[in-house]
Nanobody, 115 residues
Framework: QVQLVESGGGLVQAGGSLRLSCAASGSTASINFIRWYRQLPGNQRGLVATISRGGTTSYVDSVKGRFTISRDNAKNTVYLQINTLKPEDTAVYYC?????????WGQGTQVTVSS
């Protein structure tokens, strides 16, 4: 099993930056991908960014240029750097680990952007 704990959310003014963390523990060697999702108020969770075991990254078009996903293998932690925050980035951000035959979710971290 894999356990994920997100942190780094908070209240920030528009134009600011945040770095979200996703700390993994347990069977981390089985993780093939870690993905960041966000759930806007009243909406379903939507994919934001992905990083593979080998470090390949991908982003949805709407966040390219402002979001950066990265990893620190020594700390078993994946980060999501968010720059130039906008009020529409307000959401609960979740990380998800993809392992063979299943996936694991963290509990989420709230990001609130004030205008």
């Amino acid at each position: 099993q894999v356990q994920l704990v997100e942190s780094g959310g908070g209240l920030v003014q528009a134009g600011g930056s945040l770095r979200l963390s996703c700390a993994a523990s347990g069977s981390t060697a089985s993780i093939n991908f870690i993905r960041w999702y966000r759930q806007l108020p009243g909406n379903q969770r939507g994919l934001v960014a992905t990083i593979s075991r080998g470090g390949t990254t991908s982003y949805v078009d709407s966040v390219k240029g402002r979001f950066t996903i990265s990893r620190d293998n020594a700390k078993n932690t994946v980060y999501l750097q968010i720059n130039t925050l906008k009020p529409e980035d307000t959401a609960v951000y979740y990380c998800m680990a993809v392992v063979p035959r299943t996936q694991y979710w963290g509990q989420g971290t709230q990001v609130t952007v004030s205008s």
